[in-house]
């Protein structure tokens, strides 16, 4: 099974200001990796796949990097929308998949 | 535009079997995707739970292989899911989502299902 680490839990970030968002996997995962956001009582939305191609409509704000097993997701200029929960996800032992513990991003 | 909807009972009894179904609206199952069932339980993170593909070859996260059946019914366009034996532990949001690739491109919008006697 591949355990994926996020870090921190919570990130404290002022509105206008950059957010850096980490995701560790315990072994190799390639570029199989997924982040979302998840605002409360809402169901998770996908940002970002092949660890850094944005999905269909998300604002270019939003970037991912990373290979193998150390990935970013940045947010260049926080928007008051963009304080959530952010997850990452590997597809590399596909169609095992498994999340991170999340990280929450709180304004500052 | 794909549009998926969980169905099913709210609370369930412990010991019992949690069945829960996912109607997908706007695409045919039966054109390819997998789709899956991921929960999360009240204030922590997700939870993958397995997969099917129109086919029905599922596949199952291994500490819930046990007590998961995902199925698929391709003539009223849903699928399914059964947790048998379920504990408070079990407690969650339940989501379907569309795979597309191995990342969740679509989800519904979520059933809380709650186990207490």
């Known amino acids: 099974e591949i355990v994926m680490t996020q870090s921190p839990a919570t990130l404290s970030v002022s509105p206008g200001e950059r957010a850096t968002l980490s995701c560790r996997a315990s072994?190799?995962?390639?570029?199989?990796l997924a982040w979302y956001q998840q605002k409360p009582g809402q169901a998770p939305r996908l940002l970002i796949y092949?660890?850094?191609t944005r999905a269909t409509g998300i604002p270019a704000r939003f970037s991912g990097s990373g290979s193998g097993t150390e990935f970013t997701l940045t947010i260049s200029s926080l928007q008051s929308e963009d304080f959530a929960v952010y997850y990452c996800q590997q597809y590399n032992n596909w169609p095992l998949y498994s999340f991170g513990q999340g990280t929450k991003l709180e304004i500052k | 535009q794909v549009q998926l909807q969980e169905s099913g009972p709210g609370l369930v009894k412990p010991s019992e079997t949690l069945s829960l179904t996912c109607t997908v609206s706007?695409?045919?199952?039966?054109?390819?995707?997998?789709w899956g069932w991921i929960r999360q339980p009240p204030g922590k993170g997700l939870e993958w739970i397995g997969s099917?593909?129109?086919?029905?070859?599922?596949y199952y996260n291994p500490s819930l292989k046990s007590r998961v059946t995902i199925s698929v019914d391709t003539s009223k366009n849903q699928f399914s899911l059964k947790l048998s034996s379920v504990t408070a532990a079990d407690t969650a949001v339940y989501y379907c989502a569309r795979d597309d690739s191995g990342s969740y491109i679509g989800w519904g919008q979520g059933t809380l299902v709650t186990v207490s006697s």
């Open positions: 099917i593909y129109h086919s029905g070859s599922t």
């Open positions: 072994q190799s995962v390639s570029s199989n």
């Open positions: 092949g660890a850094s």
């Open positions: 706007g695409y045919s199952i039966s054109s390819g995707y997998y």
